[in-house]
């Protein structure tokens, strides 16, 4: 079977009505990233970082995948399918695709403060200060910040090294490490990138640029993949 890795961002759910980070109304239009998501915001104020995973917890609940998550779904009739995202909902499980790698974290589920390995799943239950792990330190949201490491890249970069075919959907690509995923395809890959506003990215090389909304572009491309095959 031939493997598709697929890198996604926000705009694969923005049509299920979760809101992107870095577009007109986006999350950090609204929220400053000092705040709600680095290290120096949870020790300055962990009740407001959390009322703010809290809130987006609770709003995942009212969200169902849409189009482009269940396409993505399908394609694993044909094709060894691996999804790498860095969206911290739970739209491609709840799709049904197996193979989900999360790099920036999960809204469903609370870390250990101090020893990160200590993860638990909290499902659609909030996060309160007071609530502790097993070595008694407060609870955070299981999230990847700004300024700390992200786990998973490695393991990431090892998947999109054997893809034979990469998409890439609904990311503006602003994020490093994971923004620097598309370097590790291996030069015979076929690459593809799905954005209503992709023609920002022209210059990237040797990739298939779809300017259309996640909902529309990732089921054409992945009926074109399965009458492929
Ligand atoms: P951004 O908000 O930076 O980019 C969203 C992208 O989605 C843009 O390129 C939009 O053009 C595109 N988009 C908007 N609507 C779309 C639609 N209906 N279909 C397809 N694409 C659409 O979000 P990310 O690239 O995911 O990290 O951001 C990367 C990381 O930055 C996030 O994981 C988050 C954030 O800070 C953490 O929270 C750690």
Same mark, same amino acid.
């Given at each position: ?7 996604? +961002?926000?705009?694969?759910? #923005?049509? $299920? +009505?979760?809101?992107?980070? !870095? ?7 609204? @929220? ?22 809290? /809130? ?37 499980? !709840? ?5 989900? *790698?999360?790099? @920036?974290?999960? *809204?469903?589920?609370? !870390?250990?403060?101090?020893?990160? $390995? ?8 909030? =996060? ?7 070595? +008694? ?15 998973? =890249? ?8 054997? #893809? /034979? ?36 990215? /022209? ?21 074109? *993949?399965?009458?492929?095959?």
């Amino acid at each position: 079977m031939k493997k598709v890795v697929i890198l996604t +961002g926000a705009g694969i759910s #923005a049509e $299920s +009505g979760i809101k992107t980070f !870095r577009d007109s109304d986006g999350l950090w239009e609204n @929220h400053s990233i000092e705040e709600v998501a680095t290290p120096e915001g949870w020790r300055r104020d962990p009740e407001l970082v959390l009322k703010f995973y809290n /809130d987006r917890r609770a709003q995942l609940f009212e969200v169902v995948p849409n189009d482009a998550h269940t396409a993505l779904q399908r394609l694993e009739a044909q094709y060894d399918v691996q999804i790498i995202t860095q969206n911290v909902d739970n739209l491609h499980e !709840r799709a049904g695709s197996s193979k989900i *790698l999360h790099l @920036h974290g999960l *809204l469903t589920q609370a !870390r250990s403060s101090v020893d990160e $390995s200590l993860v638990y799943e909290l499902g659609n239950k909030e =996060i309160k200060l007071g609530d502790k792990c097993e070595k +008694g330190s407060q609870l955070r949201p299981h999230i990847v910040w700004f300024g700390e490491q992200v786990p998973n =890249i490695e393991i990431a970069a090892r998947m999109v090294e054997k #893809a /034979d075919i990469l998409m890439v959907i609904g990311t503006s690509l602003a994020v490093y490490p994971a923004a620097g995923l598309l370097h590790y395809a291996p030069r015979k890959c076929r690459k593809f990138l799905i954005d209503p506003n992709a023609s920002k990215m /022209d210059h990237l090389e040797g990739v298939t640029i779809i300017n259309e909304k996640a909902g529309t572009g990732v089921p054409k491309l992945v009926e074109q *993949l399965l009458n492929e095959n």
